[in-house]
């Protein structure tokens, strides 16, 4: 008879998750996982069945509650341009100074897994799908209240800005100075939105 399981599954994805946003798939051993758990070997692979499917739980947790965030930034009663500002922060500033990985996982995932595992290849792509899906209702919400620059594709401007936006992640390795990144943004608003920064 099996026994019952005896720990929140919640919690456990949590700590499997920074462990493996910290240090990458291939990179993170058992060993690892186990110590940041705290569960026996047996007991994750009774709840995962192994490494990958742990990793793969891991990664939908952690866009369930990027994509929380996404939401809350765009989605509020404010105007669409402070809107867009808020989602640089939340997915640029936040990553690349108030977090302890300095990056997304997403993006560590797709630059790491995209040549070697397909299927989480494209779990990843239609992960960033949905952030640009995000990113395109608020440029159009920024057309219609003419703070979208004339002429201006809210399609291509949303494919630009998911450059942009990633990009500075990886830009945010090289420059250490926030104001540095804040200035950029500043510049990038002002390619995208018809008021100066």
């Not at 998750?17 to 758990?37: C, D, N, P, Q």
């Not at 009774?46 to 369930?64: D, H, T, V």
Request: hydrophobic content about 40%; charged content about 25%; aromatic content about 10%.
């Amino acid at each position: 008879m099996a026994r019952p399981q005896t720990f929140i599954e919640e919690e456990v994805l949590e700590k499997a998750m920074h462990e493996f946003w910290r240090s990458g798939y291939a990179t993170t051993s058992i060993k690892e996982l186990v110590e940041a758990t705290r569960l026996q070997p047996g007991s994750l692979y009774g709840a995962f069945k192994n490494k990958r499917q742990l990793f793969i739980r891991s990664l939908e947790l952690y866009f369930e509650q990027l994509f929380e965030d996404i939401k809350q930034a765009v989605d509020s009663e404010d105007k669409a341009e402070k809107r867009l500002r808020k989602l640089f922060d939340c997915l640029v500033v936040n990553f690349s100074f108030r977090s302890e990985q300095k990056s997304c996982f997403l993006l560590r995932t797709l630059l790491e897994v995209q040549q070697n595992d397909n299927e989480i290849s494209v779990m990843v792509r239609r992960m960033y799908a949905q952030i640009e899906a995000e990113i395109y209702g608020l440029l159009v919400d920024a057309r219609l209240q003419g703070s979208l620059k004339p002429g201006a594709s809210p399609e291509i401007m949303a494919r630009m800005l998911m450059s942009n936006i990633f990009g500075l992640q990886v830009y945010s390795h090289i420059s250490s100075e926030e104001y540095e990144l804040e200035q950029t943004i500043n510049n990038i608003m002002c390619i995208f939105t018809t008021n100066r920064y």
